[in-house]
């Protein structure tokens, strides 16, 4: 049986899926009841038998820092995708992220170790990679962590996590590491990842950074994962990127398909330098969340390329071009904004 933690997010409910579909045996973990009426919405842009496919996955209310509850989750697993994580990028949030990301992962992989779990699948992130000096250099899955950089809180902690999982590899679970970037898929308008950058471009953007990123279509995602599990592949790590682009190429093309228009004005290193500290005070003197950290406007400001030859070249994987992708997704928040 095949267990998948973060199910009620965007990679874990298309993963869940594309499972069910193939007519898997899954279980599934959530921490709050209301968040699978997402996983319904995301079964909904793919078939009209929603509830069919969705009573064939065995749910199990677990929080993945609860030991008691994970164990119950365990029963009889032999394979797992940890897609489960918290995503922001606020350095108040640092000890939050610790227990969820790094604590968390550390008690999945103890789990796999304890009940000889086959195979584990991470979710990671590029933000765990390391950055090359030179922006000409294309970053790989070699490309060296730095931990005196200034690095995001997001970033140290999905670090840590890969650790765990390494640290797993060493006390004999088979494991794999995908590092996708920026996930484009449909969905989660709200919740603070790619759903809401279209969301945001929607309504309008004036000001795009100067720096670049890596994008990926969610089903790649998935896909990418279920091979690597089901291959002979192990103890590795995969970057996951279909295409580099500006922000201002990725917003002008999102822009594009959603008919609106695009933002026009650069957002300067001076500018992001003042408004970052203006988010610092704002959260200081009134409580506000961080919008905008030190590191996120360098992370946005600098052009950093990501080389996915090594997926490509060990699973014969061909990426969804991103403008298929955008399109997509668009089509679905319009159809859903009316």
């Given amino acids: 049986m095949i267990l998948v933690t973060g199910g009620t997010g965007l990679v874990g409910s298309h993963l869940l899926f594309k499972l069910v579909s193939n007519d898997s045996s899954v279980r599934a973990i959530y921490r709050r009841a209301h968040k699978l009426e997402s996983v319904k919405k995301v079964f909904s842009y793919y078939t009209d038998d929603v509830e069919t496919f969705y009573n064939k996955i065995e749910w199990v209310e677990a929080n993945i820092n609860d030991i008691p509850s994970l164990e119950a989750a365990f029963i009889d697993i032999t394979h797992v995708y940890h897609c489960a994580a918290f995503i922001s990028f606020e350095p108040n949030k640092y000890h939050e992220l610790r227990k969820i990301n790094i604590k968390g992962t550390a008690n999945i992989v103890n789990l796999c170790i304890s009940n000889t779990v086959k195979k584990l699948c991470y979710i990671s992130s590029i933000a765990a990679i390391g950055n090359e000096p030179n922006e000409d250099t294309l970053v790989t899955e070699k490309t060296e962590w730095n ?23 060493q006390e004999g679970v088979d494991a794999v590491i995908v590092n996708p970037g920026i996930i484009l898929g449909p969905g989660f308008w709200n919740a603070g990842g790619s759903g809401s950058l279209f969301k945001q471009i929607y309504k309008g953007l004036k000001f795009y950074p100067k720096g670049t990123s890596g994008y990926v279509d969610v089903w790649n995602v998935v896909d990418c994962m279920t091979k690597l599990m089901n291959s002979s592949l192990k103890n590795e ?31 300067s290193s001076l500018l992001l330098s003042v408004a970052w500290r203006l988010d610092w005070l704002s959260h200081k003197l009134f409580g506000k969340r961080r919008k905008l950290s030190k590191q996120m406007a360098k992370s946005i400001s600098s052009k950093i390329v990501f080389d996915n030859s090594k997926l490509k070249k060990e699973l014969h994987f061909s990426f969804t071009p991103i403008d298929d992708s955008i399109t997509r997704v668009s089509k679905y928040y319009l159809d859903e904004s009316g």
Avoid: C, H, M
Wanted: hydrophobic content about 45%; proline content about 2%; charged content about 30%.
């Fill in 237 to 267: 790590r995969y970057i996951l990127i279909a295409e580099n682009l500006t922000f201002k190429i990725f917003q002008d093309k999102v822009a594009k398909a959603l008919n609106v228009k695009s933002a026009n004005k650069e957002a």
């Fill in 147 to 169: 931990p005196e950089a200034d690095n995001s809180v997001y970033a140290i902690t999905k670090y840590g996590a890969e650790i765990e999982v390494w640290r797993g590899t």
